[in-house]
């Protein structure tokens, strides 16, 4: 049995200015994804300059905090944010979704692919591999703050919480961060290093991450002010994960039926 260790969320104190782990996080995430994006761009064909990278990598963490924070307010917590709208503003509170993360990705690909005149798959099949590292960060963050444990088990890597109670549980933050994070980046860095029809990376992303949450879902335990939504199983984890795997199987039967490649001249 495992005992979790007490980290001190904050990781440097300046006078009033705290700089906690989470954030310090969320920065790795960024400039892995930034310096993984200069790599792809170097590929010979690739069509990317270093300079679109840094623009992309800008875009992307918008829509990352933007609506990591709108999709955790509107998602977990409606009826607070209805009875209190400036909730939203109160990021020092905490609260990310991950889910509401991805579609403010979306949204800044969709604008950063319209500024560039490529199409929309076309960016998203380019920086799908890049976000394993960001999800592997957050996750860590996640085990830093002591947040979103699993349930009870009795296996022999689980790990008591102190400050939650005595039951050994699930360390299912590791959990994520292992499929989420390193099986999904080697997953999709290995599909993408050879050509494939549009679409095909963006889907393959979708149904890996959506099949992986739904997995650890089965032993993470729900938000406490929601719970399970049906029969003692279903989250909103799963809820909000499943349209990632349809969608994931539709992008890639898309693109195997169509095969359509991207060029150099299509990806400037």
Request: proline fraction near 7%; charged fraction near 15%.
């Given at each position: 049995?495992?005992?979790?260790?007490?980290?001190?969320?904050?990781?440097?104190?300046?006078?009033?200015?705290?700089?906690?782990?989470?954030?310090?996080?969320?920065?790795?995430?960024f400039?892995?994804?930034?310096?993984?994006?200069?790599?792809?761009?170097?590929?010979?064909?690739?069509?990317?300059?270093?300079?679109?990278?840094?623009?992309?990598?800008?875009?992307?963490?918008?829509?990352?905090?933007l609506?990591?924070?709108?999709?955790?307010?509107?998602?977990?917590?409606?009826?607070?944010?209805?009875a209190?709208?400036?909730?939203?503003?109160r990021?020092?509170?905490?609260?990310m979704?991950?889910?509401?993360?991805?579609?403010?990705?979306?949204?800044?690909?969709?604008?950063?692919?319209?500024?560039?005149?490529?199409?929309?798959?076309?960016?998203?099949?380019?920086?799908?591999?890049?976000?394993?590292?960001?999800l592997?960060?957050?996750r860590?963050?996640?085990?830093?703050?002591?947040?979103?444990?699993?349930?009870?088990t009795s296996?022999?890597w689980g790990?008591?919480?102190?400050?939650v109670?005595?039951?050994?549980?699930?360390?299912?933050?590791?959990?994520?961060?292992?499929?989420?994070g390193?099986v999904?980046?080697?997953?999709?860095?290995?599909?993408?290093?050879?050509?494939?029809?549009?679409?095909?990376?963006?889907?393959?992303?979708?149904?890996?991450?959506?099949?992986?949450?739904?997995?650890?879902?089965?032993?993470?335990?729900?938000?406490?002010?929601?719970?399970?939504?049906?029969?003692?199983?279903?989250?909103?984890?799963?809820?909000?994960?499943?349209?990632?795997?349809?969608?994931?199987?539709?992008?890639?039967?898309?693109?195997?039926?169509?095969?359509v490649?991207?060029?150099?001249?299509?990806?400037?």
């Open positions: 049995m495992l005992v979790y260790p007490d980290i001190d969320p904050v990781v440097l104190s300046l006078g009033p200015l705290k700089v906690h782990w989470y954030g310090l996080m969320y920065l790795v995430g400039v892995g994804g930034w310096w993984l994006g200069r790599l792809r761009a170097a590929r010979p064909g690739s069509g990317w300059t270093a300079a679109e990278i840094d623009d992309l990598i800008f875009y992307a963490a918008l829509g990352v905090v609506g990591g924070r709108i999709g955790y307010v509107l998602f977990y917590h409606l009826p607070s944010f209805l209190d709208p400036l909730m939203l503003l990021v020092w509170e905490g609260g979704s991950f889910h509401g993360g991805l579609l403010g990705v979306l949204i800044a690909t969709a604008l950063f692919a319209r500024k560039t005149g490529r199409a929309f798959f076309t960016v998203t099949d380019f920086i799908a591999p890049l976000v394993p590292v960001g592997f960060a957050g860590i963050g996640n085990f830093i703050n002591g947040e979103l444990w699993g349930a009870p296996l022999p790990m008591v919480f102190p400050h109670d005595a039951l050994p549980r699930h360390p299912s933050m590791l959990y994520e961060a292992a499929l989420e390193v999904l980046f080697l997953l999709l860095w290995w599909f993408s290093a050879r050509p494939r029809p549009r679409m095909a990376v963006s889907g393959l992303f979708l149904l890996a991450y959506g099949s992986f949450r739904f997995l650890v879902e089965n032993v993470r335990m729900p938000d406490a002010h929601i719970g399970y939504l049906w029969a003692d199983w279903l989250t909103m984890g799963m809820l909000l994960s499943l349209p990632m795997i349809a969608f994931g199987v539709l992008l890639l039967g898309l693109a195997w039926h169509y095969r490649y991207d060029t150099a001249k299509d990806t400037r």
